[in-house]
């Protein structure tokens, strides 16, 4: 459960600490510094409660997988499950910050077809679908698969135990705002 | 009398006491180092509300009709011009009485430059009673700025409604940044992003399922920012409360959010002006509106901001029928006024974009004097920086010299100089400092307005000329018919920008 919860931690922080840094500057110039660290606190806090609900959701989702299953199993499962949710949700979101700018070819035949959204849909889906797909079944059938996704696990946790204190001193500026200032 | 009372004495002072009930309010409330005959002063800001679309300006919609019979004790500016064409840069020129330029309040959310912490209309009146309360977040960070000088802030929360106001409400201290915090953490309205990586997904639909009809707004709840909602009636309602209750004499500043969209108005303005025959020619999209726009479309936004602005009317009558029952008004000077206006043309809906015509620019401005019983109606041209002067004059203060206005006609013992020039500028998109760039600028002299668009790559640059007294809608492009005045105009904006912005050039 422990190690399942800071794998929810760790994406979502990562996304949240890349906002927070993207936006700093202009944040700092609108009012001061101080107040673009309160951004970033009341960020980290949010963080914390949005990993609080994925985990809820991770654990919710456990109980569909195959009761023949493992911890370790599950663990490896849930975890391509959750990062392929959050990388897709970062793509969606890339895509506005970057300005990206769909590939010739494919706008055209998206406009040519006269059914823009089914095509994208009909692409995007798929790709979506083998992301969480592919890694469920290699941790099916190939026990190194698993072994080496607890072993990445494993290595994320230290950074995820940071950001958890992150949350923490925002946590504390936030408090601190609210009855300083 | 002897030095101790008996009780005689006692019983004939005592019939005395019922004479208190008709001692004035006025006097009850006064401020301990103030005199009846200083007056208070009160600032009613209706945002976004557009002079082309009241009455004072032929606007053929009655969209006003309790402030057009009021306006009959007051003195009606009929071209009044704001400094900005959104909320931050409009309203940091009346906060401070200097355009942008100089106070630097030109992007959206920012707040002025710290050296007007201690300039602007709160600080110059250290004497009076200060009270403030907005809608508006974007005016909450002006207003966190001159928090100094506000003798009462009510936060903005407090008399608005939604979940995210009840955990406002918790962190009502840090209003500003938890206001901001939650837009950029929840919201992808604005940027399609946030810092939220699930969540927001979710918050996006769930906003959506909340926000329909309600009670007695059919469009939904008129709504301030992505999480919060308001009622018009509840900020009315407060403002009355407080002023009757307060020391005096007050300075009030009150920004009531109508008829900013979303244009949800109340029950019994819906489809008042539906089918009433009201057509208005639109001009074809430049480089930022939507070429595609449908004019349909654009029609039946406009008439849903006509009829939101009949809610906001009906409710300053309210307000202003109330504070007149209780007395208050018998020493009170009232400003009605906004902070830009609203477009509804060139495939623009609202007033964030770079375009400055005169929808966005033009606004209403009434003066409602003590004791007035005869309206006035001004032309000569007017500009929100004119306010703290004006309020300088009638309190008997001293103008200081960095105020860029003037004291508005009639109150002006100097005859108006006819070619005076009023500004505007936008330039949100600017940096703070160095060149101001892109930007949006106007100068209005006389009945001439001459605009010039600069640094919108890959747009090329442009200006443009209108006879705005004879071409109110700036249908005909005058530039290449009077190219002289056109030239004269360019030079004098040009300079007064240059001369404005260059202590921000090196910085």
Redesign the interface.
């Known amino acids: 459960m422990r190690k399942l919860f800071l794998i929810c931690v760790f994406p979502i922080h990562i996304w949240a600490i890349l906002m927070v840094i993207l936006e700093f500057q202009w944040i700092g110039e609108r009012t001061n510094f101080v107040d673009a660290l309160g951004v970033g606190a009341y960020a980290l806090v949010f963080a914390l409660l949005e990993s609080l609900m994925l985990f809820i959701l991770a654990l919710i989702l456990s109980l569909l997988l195959p009761p023949a299953w493992n911890n370790d199993k599950r663990l490896a499962s849930l975890t391509w499950s959750i990062l392929a949710i959050s990388f897709w949700s970062a793509v969606n979101q890339v895509y506005f910050i970057l300005g990206a700018i769909v590939p010739r070819f494919y706008a055209n035949w998206m406009v040519n077809s006269g059914h823009p959204l089914w095509i994208l849909i009909g692409t995007l889906f798929p790709l979506a679908l083998a992301s969480i797909a592919g890694p469920l079944f290699l941790v099916l059938i190939k026990e190194k698969f698993t072994q080496s996704t607890l072993s990445f696990v494993e290595r994320l946790e230290t950074l995820s135990i940071f950001y958890l204190f992150l949350d923490l001193l925002g946590f504390l500026f936030l408090v601190y705002r609210n009855i300083a200032f | 009398m002897s030095q101790n009372l008996n009780r005689r004495e006692f019983l004939k002072l005592a019939s005395l006491l019922p004479m208190a009930y008709f001692t004035p309010r006025s006097v009850l409330n006064l401020h301990p180092n103030q005199t009846e005959e200083t007056p208070n002063i009160l600032v009613i800001v209706f945002d976004s509300l557009s002079a082309l679309h009241t009455p004072f300006d032929g606007y053929p919609r009655n969209t006003m009709p309790f402030l057009s019979e009021l306006a009959k004790n007051a003195t009606v500016f009929h071209n009044h011009y704001t400094g900005g064409n959104f909320t931050t840069a409009g309203t940091s020129t009346l906060l401070t009485g200097t355009y942008t330029w100089t106070n630097r309040g030109f992007?959206k959310?920012?707040?002025v430059d710290q050296s007007f912490e201690d300039r602007n209309l709160f600080a110059l009146f250290e004497d009076y009673n200060r009270i403030s309360y907005s809608h508006n977040p974007l005016v909450n960070?002006l207003q966190s700025?001159f928090m100094n000088h506000l003798d009462l802030f009510k936060p903005r929360r407090e008399l608005s409604l939604g979940f995210g106001n009840w955990l406002g409400q918790?962190?009502k201290?840090?209003d500003?940044?938890?206001t901001?915090?939650?837009d950029?953490?929840l919201s992808?309205a604005d940027?399609?992003?946030?810092?939220?990586?699930?969540?927001s997904?979710f918050y996006e639909l769930l906003k959506k399922s909340v926000n329909t009809r309600f009670g007695t707004f059919p469009r939904g709840l008129p709504q301030i920012s992505e999480e919060s909602f308001f009622l018009l009636e509840k900020a009315i309602d407060w403002t009355v409360d407080e002023l009757k209750k307060c020391a005096q004499p007050f300075l009030g500043y009150f920004h009531y959010l109508p008829p900013h969209d979303p244009y949800n108005t109340r029950e019994e303005f819906i489809d008042v002006f539906h089918k009433d025959g009201f057509y208005q020619p639109t001009k074809p999209a430049l480089y930022w509106g939507d070429p595609h726009k449908l004019e349909n479309v654009q029609l039946r936004l406009r008439r849903q901001y006509d009829e939101f602005i009949l809610y906001a009317d009906a409710e300053f009558n309210r307000l202003y029928t109330q504070l007149k029952e209780s007395g208050i008004l018998e020493n009170t000077i009232v400003i009605f006024t906004s902070d830009h206006g609203e477009l509804f043309d060139l495939g623009v809906t609202g007033h964030m974009t770079p375009l400055i015509y005169q929808p966005l620019m033009k606004i209403p401005l009434l003066v409602f004097m003590p004791g007035q019983t005869e309206r006035q109606d001004i032309y000569q041209n007017t500009s929100a920086t004119d306010i703290i002067p004006t309020l300088l004059h009638l309190t008997g203060k001293p103008i200081p010299a960095w105020l860029e206005g003037e004291i508005l006609p009639p109150f002006n013992p100097t005859p108006p100089d006819k070619n005076r020039s009023i500004f505007g500028l936008e330039a949100k998109d600017s940096k703070?400092v160095g060149p101001l760039t892109p930007y949006s600028a106007m100068i209005v002299k006389g009945d001439v307005k001459f605009t010039r668009y600069s640094g919108y790559d890959p747009n090329p640059d442009f200006d443009e000329l209108y006879n705005v007294a004879e071409d109110p809608n700036e249908f005909d492009n005058l530039i290449d018919k009077y190219p002289q005045i056109a030239a004269e105009l360019r030079e004098e904006l040009m300079e007064t920008m240059a001369k404005a912005n260059a202590p921000y050039q090196n910085k």
């Open positions: 992007k959310g920012y707040i960070t700025q918790l962190l201290n840090d500003d940044i938890f901001l915090s939650w950029r953490i992808k940027d399609g992003y946030s810092y939220s990586l699930l969540f997904e703070l």
